[in-house]
């Protein structure tokens, strides 16, 4: 536990410090307080990004590698849905543009699929 409040604590002198370190990491900024101060310990998940993210830091007394699974990662995909193959650009038709909400823009298709 001393352990890490003393490398959470390093990172509050860091460029962008607690903020930066939570948003890192993926947990609150409470969270991160707290651990710092050393009131409580991490998720092993948050261990584990910890000393993959920050540099030099290896916990003494746990090997994270051999207790939490290894993050999948997944890229973004375009699925092909056959049936849009047939669809022409004809058969869609714009039927409504319009703001919605102050960021966001609504727009409405109607879409004749053949068949």
């Known amino acids: ?28 900024l409470a969270s991160f307080y707290k651990y710092a ?17 920050w540099q030099g830091v290896k916990w003494d007394l746990i090997d994270v590698s051999e207790i939490t699974k290894a993050k999948k990662i997944t890229s973004p995909e375009q699925y092909v849905l056959s049936f849009l193959q047939e669809v022409h650009e004809e058969n869609v038709q714009v039927a ?3 703001p919605k909400g102050e960021r966001t823009l609504q727009i409405l298709l109607n ?3 053949p068949g």
């Open 1 to 28: 536990m001393a352990q890490v409040a003393k490398v959470f604590s390093a990172r509050l002198e860091e460029k962008g410090g607690a903020k930066k370190a939570a948003t890192d990491l993926g947990i609150s």
């Open 37 to 53: 101060a050393g009131q409580d310990l991490p998720r092993m998940e948050v261990l584990r990004d910890a000393q993959a993210k």
């Open 96 to 98: 409504k543009i319009g």
């Open 111 to 113: 879409i004749r699929f």
